[in-house]
């Protein structure tokens, strides 16, 4: 889904028939693009007999949007990262799963079972974990890509040919990794210099781009791109030569979830779809497929033998630390989001 305007219209079509959904024995799905094999879609339609409809978004933030909009009681679970489950769950547009609910609940692994987005993991399981960074063309740029300088304050030969996602948390925390200040900073000072450095940066990037941050660098069109892990493993799988940065500033480490909407209108199926994905050889086929890391214990016997080796998944000794995006108080974030408009005008 390529544009807010593609969701919302999807979103509204799809409220118009919510109501029979449940009678129909449906499930629907809010999901990223490019993020799930349909062949395990048709494994749990096949499964419980449930039709499943999936629309998509292209960041956390259209996510959000779209469900203040108007489309909570369209969808039954969603997939957000980490500090927007917090800020969902804050909104009062996420159910509760209670006790007992989930029979696989135990198989998430420990490390993810009491996460602080979502203690005690009241309306979320885990889904993949991974990190956000850049890759980098080496047909195009040889010199060291190991500096959050690629992206903010590039070489000549990288002016002009980089791509950003379009997703403002990411490329926020990842500016504040460059600067060296704190993702929700309140310093006036750190604030206006952070927005000059983005306005100056800007006119070294070529686009915004989400949906087609593997695209366009196996396409070539851009020699830069700031992209998920997965992502860039498959462009690299698809021939293009690129290279996964790990800068020295430090990289986004994040960990999206499913999650169980307010007014879902098949809430037993959502339940159901999400103690499938708590079985450990249906997560270990999303992991194979988007080349992230599933949150579950036992998936070890199901994974392609490949992605343990995989460069993406291995930071060198000179990467910086991985940092998850933070939540801002109210105040904060309206300078943040306003900081956000101006980068996009």
């Known amino acids: 889904m390529k544009t807010f305007l593609k969701t919302t219209v999807a979103a509204s079509a799809l409220a118009l028939t919510a109501g029979a959904a449940a009678a129909e024995g449906k499930l629907v799905i809010y999901h990223w693009f490019e993020y799930i094999p349909q062949e395990l879609l048709d494994r749990f339609s096949e499964d419980y007999g449930v039709e499943v409809v999936m629309d998509t978004y292209d960041s956390n933030e259209a996510l959000l949007a779209s469900l203040k909009a108007g489309a909570i009681g369209t969808y039954d679970v969603a997939v957000p990262g980490d500090y927007m489950v917090q800020i969902m769950a804050g909104e009062g547009l996420l159910d509760t799963i209670a006790d007992g609910e989930l029979s696989n609940k135990g198989n998430i692994a420990p490390e993810w079972a009491d996460p602080s987005f979502d203690p005690g993991r009241q309306h979320s399981i885990p889904y993949q974990w991974g990190s956000t960074s850049f890759a980098v063309n080496r047909d195009v740029f040889t010199g060291d890509i190991g500096t959050t300088d690629i992206l903010f304050n590039p070489p000549a030969e990288l002016s002009g040919k980089i791509n950003m996602l379009d997703s403002q948390g990411e490329v ?10 704190p993702q929700c900073s309140t310093d006036r000072d750190q604030l206006k210099a952070l927005n000059d450095m983005l306005q100056e940066a800007k006119t070294h990037w ?20 700031q992209i998920y892990d997965g992502f860039a ?33 098949n809430r037993d199926n959502a339940i159901k779809f999400m103690d499938f994905l708590l079985e450990p050889e249906n997560i270990a086929a999303v992991t194979n ?10 998936v070890g016997d199901f994974l392609d033998p490949t992605l343990a080796t995989q460069p993406e998944s291995n930071p060198p000794a000179s990467a910086g630390a991985g940092v998850f995006i933070e939540v801002c108080d109210q105040a904060t974030q309206e300078v943040y989001d306003q900081i956000w408009t101006n980068l996009k005008k």
């Open 172 to 181: 926020l925390a990842m500016a504040a990794l460059h600067m060296g200040i």
């Open 206 to 225: 070529a686009s915004f781009n989400s949906d087609t941050a593997k695209e366009v660098l196996v396409s070539g069109d851009a020699a830069v791109g």
């Open 233 to 265: 493993a498959k462009g690299r799988e698809e021939g293009a030569n690129i290279e996964y940065a790990f800068p020295s500033q430090g990289y986004i480490v994040w960990m999206d979830n499913v999650v169980l909407l307010k007014d879902a209108p």
């Open 289 to 298: 497929y988007a080349r992230y890391n599933a949150g579950v214990t036992g």
